[in-house]
């Protein structure tokens, strides 16, 4: 296993156009975040999947943000109707299901909305 | 709600210094710490984590952490940098129902300059 992939790398959107994003976890691992890193900052939490439920959104995820992860495989983050405070690196990050387990992260996908 | 402070934004050293990575953390129950590097256009790497035991624990790449439960702190050290360890560097408290990790608070972060 190669670790988490993330595809795109890199976007560029205009303002007001949807994009969508995609995470393939390590294939074993049955939780998947997703974390927004703006310039200058930590990455925040956005939402966590444990298999294909969604069990937690953070308030930093509005309504024109979207995540679902079918069949608890891969998956994939929709932004709508982009602003340019949408502007950040999205990265995805997956565990096991344990107390103790440690996060493995992508490489992140770097969203620039002009 | 847990928080993370880092209070160095950035940190040069000379290589084969040593050096020491602060982070404050703030949480209610027994905390779940962790140090990550960044390199620039990448994504994170896990340096350490503290979970219980010994409040003195050993990572990747010649890296160890101290937990010290009266200081609410996490410091990163290395007794000798290399001038591959430039990067920027994350501390995290992991916190979630049930006292599981899933949900990591980072701090603003430490980039760290190493002249030759």
């Known amino acids: 296993d190669t670790g988490v992939s993330q595809n795109p790398r890199h976007k560029i959107t205009k303002r007001g156009q949807n994009v969508t994003f995609r995470c393939d976890p390590i294939s074993e691992h049955n939780r998947l975040y997703w974390y927004r890193q703006t310039l200058g900052q930590g990455p925040e939490f956005l939402t966590y999947f444990q298999n294909e439920a969604q069990l937690e959104k953070s308030r930093l995820l509005s309504d024109r943000f979207s995540a679902e992860r079918p069949k608890g495989s891969f998956s994939t983050l929709e932004i709508q109707r982009t602003e340019q405070g949408d502007s950040a690196m999205y990265l995805c990050a997956s565990s096991f299901a344990s107390t103790v387990a440690q996060a493995f992260f992508g490489q992140g996908t770097r969203l620039t909305v002009v | 709600a847990q928080s993370v402070t880092q209070p160095d934004i950035h940190i040069t050293v000379s290589e084969g210094a040593s050096l020491e990575l602060r982070c404050n953390y703030s949480?209610?129950?027994?905390?779940?710490l962790f140090w990550y590097v960044q390199s620039p256009g990448q994504g994170l790497q896990l340096l350490l984590k503290y979970f219980s035991g010994d409040t003195l624990v050993q990572g990747i790449k010649g890296f160890e952490a101290e937990f010290k439960r009266s200081q609410s702190s996490f410091n990163l050290r290395k007794p000798s940098v290399h001038w591959s360890d430039a990067a920027e560097y994350f501390c995290?408290?992991?916190?979630?129902?049930?006292?599981?990790?899933?949900?990591?608070?980072f701090g603003k972060g430490t980039l760290l300059t190493v002249n030759p």
């Open positions: 949480y209610g129950a027994t905390p779940y």
């Open positions: 995290a408290v992991g916190a979630g129902s049930g006292g599981s990790n899933y949900k990591l608070t």
